[in-house]
C-alpha cells in the first residue's frame, strides 16, 4: 500500500477498539505491505499517520499508550504491537461523554483500567517505592470511584477520576523502574478473541487464578497489595492468609460491581483452543514476574473455570 496524499490525519471516536484500529490504519496506509506482518513480528513499524481521539469510553488508555490491539478474523488472531509512533497527537477527554455508558462496560472498562496497573506493580521488582505508591492510589481511586459511577453515572467528579486513571494506568507511568508483567492480558486476549468476551470481564474471570498461581514465589509483593490497595490487616505470623485474604477482597469488589471471577461464567472449556492460541502453537512463553509456558497457561485456565 503507498501512501495516500489526500489522508493526512485519522480521528478515532470512542475507546480502545476504535482507538487502536486507527493506530493499525495509521500504520497500514505508509506501508508497502500486509499491515498484519507489525503484530506477526515480520516487520516493524517505520511511520505512523498523526491520530487524534475524542474518548468515549475509559478502559483500554490507548489515548495515551504506545499500544494496537487488534483481532484478525482469520483465524481469530488477537495480537499487540508497541511503538512510540503511534502515540496520539491529543485526546479530547470530557467525562460527560461517558454518562451513558451501561453499567457493565463502566465497570468493564474500570476494570481493564485497574489491571493495567496491577500488570506493572507485580513485577520482580521492589525498588521503586514511589512508583508503588502512584499504583496502590490509582488502583484505590478507581476501585472509589466507580462504585459511586455505578449508582450516579452522572456524577462528574468521579467519572472524571476514572477516565483520567484510565490514561495514566497506561502511559507508563506506573512502569517507572520496573518490568510490565501482562501475562493475564495475554491469557485473556484468547478468551475475547475466540469466544467474543469483553475484556475487562474477561481480565476479572482470570486474574485470582493467575495470582494463586504465582503468590508463592513474590508473597511480599502479594502482601503489600492486600494491605495497601484492598485493605486487609497484615497477619504478620501468616502472610500466606494476608496474601489470599487480599486476592479474595478483589473477587468481592469484582462481583460487587458486576464482574465475573472465573470463566464459567463467560464460556465453556475450550482450553485447549486457548492454550494453543496464546502460546503460538507452543512457541512463545508469556509473563515477566512468572514465565508462563502451555503448561503454566492450562494450568491457570483450569484453575479459573
Known sequence: MTWDANISFILAVGGGSVIDSAKAIGYGIPYDGDVWDFWEGKSKPSKCLPIGVVLTIPAAGSEMSSSSVITKDEGLLKRSVLSDLCRCKFAVMNPERTYTLPPYQTAAGATDIMMHTMERYFSNYDEMSLTDAIAEALLRTVMDSVKIVMKDPQNYRHRAQIMWAGSLAHNDLTECGTEKDFATHKLEHELSAQF??????????????????????????????????????????????????????????????????????????????????????????????????????????????
Open 196 to 305: 467474543g468476551v469483553t475484556h475487562g470481564a474477561g481480565l476479572a474471570a482470570l486474574w485470582s487464578s493467575w495470582a494463586r498461581y504465582v503468590k508463592a514465589k513474590h508473597l511480599s509483593r502479594f502482601v503489600q497489595f492486600a494491605v495497601n490497595v484492598m485493605g486487609v490487616t497484615n497477619d504478620f505470623a501468616h502472610p500466606e492468609e494476608t496474601a489470599e485474604q487480599g486476592i479474595l477482597a478483589i473477587e468481592r469488589f469484582y462481583r460487587e460491581i458486576g464482574m465475573p471471577t472465573n470463566i464459567k461464567e463467560l464460556l465453556g472449556e475450550e482450553i485447549d483452543i486457548m492454550v494453543d492460541k496464546c502460546s503460538r502453537g507452543g512457541t512463545i512463553t508469556i509473563g515477566a514476574m512468572e514465565v508462563l509456558g502451555p503448561k503454566e497457561m492450562r494450568d491457570i485456565y483450569e484453575m479459573a473455570k
